[in-house]
């Protein structure tokens, strides 16, 4: 599923000066109190040590709790790293500010989980294993198949409801079907319990390669034989892509703008990156086996204040498979002596996304401070600031300490003054801005950390 080949990334500096752009989670502890003896132990460890599960305040994970379908959605944001959306779709029963609305947008948007006909999600509603395998059955994508006779394993098979037959025997043939002691039931219509959802979500992460879990078979029907993967969609996989841009300055004519990306050997790669002059794709050169560079010099008519390179690969036979920059870069910003941005067009290059332009993602803020940015003049730009925090056994709930509104200059610059608030040092904070103009919206995101 496209989705599951969409990470969200952040960039770090690297040694010679490239932007690095690779995963980032949140660090959680792993040694829960009460794990002691619980069989599915290794299945939450794991998952909590790479911050995709997390427990409560007192320490404790509460394996045999139930399990929300927000907090199911929190869980598959994390495990699958899907994207924000782009446009809220609106639940009559979640708020705005509702702890989990985010990851429920997020769910929503990628198709894993829906809402009902009469417009709600129903957040609090408890899941069962049914309902939990058909979600994780979507997840899966093309690396199983609805043979039915894949359940036949299972002593409970026709306690399956309809609604769920496919799904569950999606899951069935995958080999994701974690239930401990009675390995050869499903019990699909018992509430899911935290340590089960734990299992289950780690057996999906197993069969979709995930080379992070290695196989645990605890609570697997061992006389099921998974159908073999299918091959996938594409093989080509973009690992980590590099530019020489400094995100706090920007890029002016006669600069050499340098991208080198590494992944899958033989592939074709390209890069596109908006306002740059020639309107096209540029060609990559292998370089070295599964490293691709380029080199473009910046011209005059090349303007743009905050684009973000999308690199493409592709080869004979295979899907192509993109992927984009999580930092902007500014290009010639001030380029007032172009005689092509005269007149009406001096907006060239200009997005309505709104860009901080004097922090990046996951850099440290000592507050009081001011948030300096970009978007189009004269757009409104709406800042909320969220401090991250652990809530029913979630990670990055947050918790909204401040918000306001600002008007851009003529410019497109906006100045955001932060105030000081009662965050602890290392309190991590997420910034979103939705910048309007007229009936548009765009937005974005940005991590920093209390110094």
Excluded: H
């Amino acid at each position: 599923m496209s989705f599951l080949n969409r990470t969200l990334v952040s960039p770090s500096l690297i040694a010679f000066t490239f932007i690095s752009i690779m995963p980032r989670v949140l660090a959680q502890s792993s040694s829960f109190g009460d794990l002691q003896g619980y069989w599915g132990s290794q299945y939450v460890t794991n998952l909590a040590e790479r911050g995709i599960i997390g427990g409560f305040p007192d320490g404790s994970f509460q394996p045999n709790g139930e399990i929300t379908r927000a907090q199911f959605a929190a869980i598959a944001v994390k495990a699958f790293n899907l994207p924000s959306g782009n446009s809220a779709r609106n639940f009559r029963d979640v708020p705005a500010n509702y702890w989990a609305a985010p990851a429920i947008l997020a769910v929503s948007n990628s198709g894993l989980v829906t809402g009902f006909p009469d417009g709600s999600f129903r957040p609090e509603e408890r899941i069962t294993r049914a309902q939990a395998l058909v979600i994780l059955s979507k997840a899966l994508g093309n690396n199983t198949n609805a043979n039915p006779d894949g359940l036949n394993a299972y002593g409970d098979r026709q306690a399956v409801p309809e609604w769920a037959m496919d799904s569950v025997a999606r899951a069935a043939n995958a080999g994701i079907i974690v239930n401990f002691p009675n390995t050869n039931q499903i019990n699909p219509n018992n509430l899911a319990t935290r340590g089960e959802v734990a299992g289950l979500v780690y057996q999906t992460l197993v069969k979709l390669g995930d080379g992070n879990f290695a196989p645990i078979n605890i609570g697997l029907n061992n006389s099921v034989t998974p159908a073999p993967t299918p091959p996938p969609l594409s093989g080509l996989v973009i690992d980590r892509m590099e530019t020489n841009s400094n995100p706090r300055q920007p890029l002016r004519e006669g600069d050499d703008l340098m991208i080198r990306v590494y992944g899958t050997p033989g592939a074709t790669a390209s890069f596109e990156l908006d306002g740059l002059n020639q309107n096209r794709s540029l060609t990559m050169q292998e370089v070295q086996s599964g490293i691709y560079e380029t080199t473009y010099r910046i011209g005059r008519g090349d303007r743009q204040i905050n684009a973000r390179p999308v690199i493409t690969f592709s080869r004979s036979g295979q899907n192509s498979v993109s992927r984009q920059f999580n930092r902007a870069i500014a290009i010639n910003p001030d380029n007032s002596g172009d005689p092509n941005n005269s007149g009406n067009s001096g907006n060239i290059g200009y997005t309505l996304r709104p860009e901080i332009t004097n922090f990046i993602n996951n850099d440290v803020i000592r507050l009081p401070d001011n948030l300096i940015g970009q978007t189009l003049p004269g757009a409104n730009v709406e800042v909320k600031m969220e401090a991250l925090r652990t809530v029913m056994g979630m990670l990055n709930i947050s918790q909204n300490v401040f918000q306001a509104t600002v008007r851009a200059d003529q410019n497109g610059q906006f100045i955001v003054y932060i105030p000081q608030v009662n965050g602890e040092s290392g309190t991590m904070y997420q910034v979103r801005m939705t910048a309007t103009q007229g009936d548009q919206a765009q937005s974005s995101e940005l991590l920093l950390q209390q110094e």
